[in-house]
């Protein structure tokens, strides 16, 4: 929203430029939760559309804004940036959004509890429906011993009142709980003192960021998007149109060696689009039309 403030390009390019600039700085930091804040920010629908603005960013920082993206890219779970927080050693600070959908995934995604058979009672069951001659063969010492999982679970979204733990066919899913616990240690791993020299609280800043916070807070999505077409409207000319118009154009081209001198310099002058209106078409130095 603060590069959307600005009315005239070259001042959101100014913001775009200092915002990727931070973004590199505190991913040597390591602070991750941030960038992927500014990631998400510079990537969002109403600031990418800006295609005057981009236009106007140096290539140093369209490398340093890719690499912000690479760090930080969603695709195949966020794998770039998992063994990203592998290497890295504390103290740092990471993504909590990630545990969070990492959390909820595993505890909406499997089961509380499983239900596990004793195998004897399966042999009994299938050499009842086999009428084959080799299970009057099978003897005490042939069933394996113990229990067994049969591949069935406790309904996925069953409330434990509606689970009998009385049963001796019902049993914790340990696995569940190892992952769970897996999680939330790693997050612990991350919660340790920092000895920098960013531990003091500096109220001014802490209450201009209030502040300002404050200020776009109500803003949401489509708001926001509604700022960046005032700041660079769409064009007049569709691209699917502006594609048809110089199809046309093309052809057009090809077919005025059959008219006369005048009424081809008119054609060259004003082509019809699709949409019935006139568009004038003039040349560069090169003699490349230009629309």
């Not at 300002?212 to 077409?229: F, H, P, V």
Request: proline share 4%; hydrophobic share 35%; glycine share 6%.
């Amino acid at each position: 929203m603060l590069i959307l403030s600005e009315v005239t390009a070259e001042r959101r390019c100014r913001l775009l430029k200092y915002f990727i600039n931070l973004g590199i700085q505190l991913l040597a930091l390591k602070n991750y939760d941030a960038v992927m804040a500014i990631k998400g920010a510079i990537y969002c629908a109403g600031v990418m559309r800006l295609k005057r603005t981009w236009s106007l960013l140096p290539k140093k920082f369209t490398i340093m804004c890719r690499r912000l993206l690479d760090a930080m890219d969603s695709d195949h779970n966020y794998a770039n940036y998992r063994e990203l927080l592998r290497k890295s050693q504390p103290p740092l600070l990471p993504f909590l959004g990630l545990y969070l959908t990492d959390l909820t995934f595993l505890e909406d995604g499997n089961p509380t509890y499983r239900r596990y058979e004793h195998p004897a009672d399966n042999l009994d069951r299938a050499a009842d429906s086999d009428t084959s001659s080799n299970d009057s063969d099978r003897t005490e010492h042939d069933r394996p011993r113990g229990v067994q999982l049969t591949g069935q679970t406790c309904a996925l979204f069953a409330r434990r009142s509606e689970v009998d733990l009385d049963s001796p066919s019902i049993l914790i899913n340990f696995e569940k709980s190892y992952r769970l616990a897996n999680i939330i240690q790693e997050i612990q791993k991350f919660q340790i003192e920092y000895s920098g020299n960013f531990t003091m609280a500096i109220p001014g800043l802490q209450q201009y960021l209030i502040e300002e916070w404050g200020k776009y807070e109500a803003y949401d999505d489509d708001s926001i998007y509604e700022i960046s077409l005032q700041r660079e409207p769409r064009a007049e000319l569709p691209v699917a149109a502006d594609t048809a118009a110089r199809e046309q154009t093309s052809g057009g081209m090809r077919l005025s060696r059959l008219l006369p001198a005048t009424q081809r310099l008119w054609n060259k002058e004003h082509v019809t689009t699709p949409g019935g209106t006139l568009s004038t078409i003039d040349s560069d130095d090169s003699g490349r039309s230009v629309y």
